[in-house]
């Protein structure tokens, strides 16, 4: 089946038409700029401008629109509400609406280009897939916080967790190398990009996550703190007068390896600065490795073991040093790295666990798109 997949941001439309049998993809590309001076004028004229690419002249990969037979968007929160994909219906849109609050940067422009793309493509099945759905299994124990238990049931306040498209596509991925036993282990992802997570998988399924209501909770990130006492910011508002505004502003853009260096929020930089001297790139380094291996320990002792540890995304695929420095100290729990696999491993999915490790440490690409092309070719074919 060919699937139309859009991943739509604030001023950007990521798109892949995938043939979802035979795995492949037929096209893709990134408008970017929308709204901006040198780019298009908005979503709508934005997936105008895919569609003309997409049948350019019988130059492009179909011949006539009508051979898209499904699109498939990708929708960061489905709150409570969405444990999987979902047909886009007035009711559906009207729940993501809702949800809106929860994911203000993500959901928002999901929604126009899930308008938009219905307007230009009015008979063609469009289904949304969640980032959120891939947690609807972690337990109330792990996904309540202990607040005032009114606003969990009032108003939704609760651990949702992210990332899920890439662990689902992690998880196949990391099933079939270990020859389809993932359903019976105790494994942790690390989904180390700019974004950072890590999630607990149990027997297959999600049982803990570090990302909560909001991406902010967890590891260290490119620009964001993860865990933080709640109280400094308390005492940075009173402090110095700051307001939820910049609270929010540090929180999401000036915090994290950002932060700490001073440098940048890209970890390659911060890399080569450590590897250069300088100090706070060093700290900086140490508090994400350091962060991530304390996550890793807590989930073992959360699932009572640890079978296989996965690293993925920008970081984890790329990173032999930081992959390296997490595993440090990690031998109580009888992980051992083999160098040598761990040094060649960049981008390719490779078994970096040592000859005599207890522990599989798997490095695997992450493919959202091939998720989102998946589950929408699935829930068509149902509905047929
Ligand atoms: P996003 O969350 O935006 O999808 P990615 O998964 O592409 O991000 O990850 C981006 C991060 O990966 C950046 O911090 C970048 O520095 C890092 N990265 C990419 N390649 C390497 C590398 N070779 N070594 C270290 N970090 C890398």
């Not at 967890?218 to 939820?244: I, K």
């Not at 807590?298 to 296989?308: C, F, K, N």
């Not at 100290?329 to 970096?352: M, P, S, T, Y």
């Amino acid at each position: 089946m060919k699937v139309l997949v859009l991943n739509s941001g604030s001023s950007s439309i990521k798109y892949e038409l995938r043939d979802s049998q035979a795995a492949a993809v037929l096209a893709k590309d990134d408008i970017s700029r929308i709204g901006e001076e040198d780019g298009v004028a908005d979503h709508g004229r934005a997936l105008e401008s895919i569609l003309e690419a997409l049948v350019a002249l019988g130059g492009g990969p179909l011949k006539d629109l009508s051979e898209v037979e499904a699109v498939g968007h990708r929708v960061v929160h489905g709150g409570s509400y969405f444990t999987g994909p979902a047909l886009l219906t007035p009711d559906v849109i009207q729940r993501i609406e809702e949800y809106a609050p929860l994911a203000p940067l993500h959901n928002p422009p999901a929604l126009l280009g899930i308008r938009e793309a219905l307007r230009v493509l009015p008979h063609t099945p469009q289904v949304a897939v969640f980032d959120t759905a891939y947690h609807s299994t972690i337990p109330p124990k792990a996904h309540v916080y202990a607040l005032p238990y009114d606003y969990y049931e009032r108003h939704g306040v609760r651990r949702y967790g992210f990332h899920g498209i890439s662990l689902q596509s992690v998880a196949q991925g990391a099933d079939a190398m270990l020859g389809g036993r993932l359903p019976e282990l105790k494994a942790v992802i690390a989904h180390l990009g700019n974004g950072a997570s890590v999630t607990a998988v149990d027997g297959g399924r999600s049982v803990d996550t570090s990302m909560g209501l909001t991406p902010l909770e967890g590891l260290v990130m490119g620009t964001r703190p993860g865990d933080v006492d709640p109280g400094a910011l308390l005492y940075l508002m009173r402090e110095l007068g700051l307001a939820a505004g910049d609270v929010d502003r540090v929180l999401n853009k000036e915090s994290g390896l950002l932060g700490v260096s001073g440098l940048s929020n890209d970890m390659r930089d911060v890399l080569a600065a450590a590897a250069a001297g300088e100090k706070r790139s060093r700290l900086a380094l140490d508090i994400y490795c350091y962060r991530l291996r304390k996550y890793i320990g807590a989930y073992a002792a959360a699932m009572g073991g640890l079978d296989v540890l996965v690293f993925t995304a920008g970081v984890g695929e790329n990173s032999a040093d930081i992959r390296a420095a997490v595993c440090e100290g990690l031998g109580f729990l009888g992980l051992e790295l083999d160098q040598d696999a761990n040094a060649k491993a960049r981008g390719v999915n490779a078994d970096i666990g040592g000859a005599g490790s207890r522990v599989r440490v798997l490095v695997v690409s992450t493919d959202e798109e091939r998720v989102i092309a998946d589950e929408t070719a699935a829930l068509v074919m149902r509905g047929r």
